[in-house]
T-cell receptor, first 110, second 116 residues
Framework: SQQGEEDPQALSIQEGENATMNCSYK?????LQWYRQNSGRGLVHLIL???NEREKHSGRLRVTLDTSKKSSSLLITASRAADTASYFC??????????WGAGTKLIIKP | KAGVTQTPRYLIKTRGQQVTLSCSPI?????VSWYQQTPGQGLQFLFE???????NKGNFPGRFSGRQFSNSRSEMNVSTLELGDSALYLC???????????????FGPGTRLTVL
């Protein structure tokens, strides 16, 4: 399979809570990216973390990368209804091709 | 700056027909990638074009083909359509070139293809 693995497949939390989703991969990577897809705005790039970085922040987003375990996590703090979407990780391989996870569907309940 | 545009947005075809989808990248972007997305699935990579050359290719049958023009616009063609080809086809462009250090992709809204 050309896909990475994401878990959980679906996540439902109350507004204001934190959401954590995980991604694992098998090959060496240049970087790992997270994207969000919802019906209103399509698929949008959120954050990129390079292979030599361990943690990165962008607003309410925090991404970690553990290259020894070939895994990454995305934390969304203080969730909002607008965060309801599917979240995908994408690993950039040595040939610059992106390999995608199957996605985590996040639902924020009011 | 205008985003990535795809035409048509919706398409209904019957088995055995062929279809051509079009993608106009963001101005200045030379790399265009195509993906297939089916319900509950992630993105399945079809191919990537850079400066009119196919640079990467996914694991799809030869019925799926593409090309890129000198203005970076790209087309994707699917011949002899099958029911399983029903999907959202996404096009993404990026600056990606030899001088770029990472491949951040900007996606179009997609073409939803239904095969009856």
């Amino acid at each position: 399979s050309q896909q990475g693995e994401e878990d959980p497949q679906a996540l439902s939390i109350q507004e204001g809570e934190n959401a954590t989703m995980n991604c694992s991969y098998k090959t060496s990577i240049n970087n790992l990216q997270w994207y969000r897809q919802n019906s209103g705005r399509g698929l949008v790039h959120l954050i990129l973390i390079r292979s030599n970085e361990r943690e990165k922040h962008s607003g309410r987003l925090r991404v970690t990368l553990d290259t020894s375990k070939k895994s990454s996590s995305l934390l969304i703090t203080a969730s909002r209804a607008a965060d309801t979407a599917s979240y995908f990780c994408a690993m950039e391989g040595r040939n610059y091709q992106l390999i995608w996870g199957a996605g985590t569907k996040l639902i924020i309940k009011p | 700056k205008a985003g990535v545009t795809q035409t048509p947005r919706y398409l209904i075809k019957t088995r055995g027909q062929q279809v051509t989808l079009s993608c106009s990248p963001i101005s200045g972007h030379r790399s265009v990638s195509w993906y297939q997305q089916t319900p509950g699935q992630g993105l399945q990579f079809l191919f990537e074009y850079f400066s009119e050359t196919q640079r990467n290719k996914g694991n799809f049958p030869g019925r799926f083909s593409g090309r890129q023009f000198s203005n970076s616009r790209s087309e994707m063609n699917v011949s002899t359509l099958e029911l399983g080809d029903s999907a959202l086809y996404l096009c993404a462009s990026s600056l990606m070139g030899l001088a770029e250090t990472y491949n951040e992709q900007f996606f179009g809204p997609g073409t939803r293809l239904t095969v009856l």
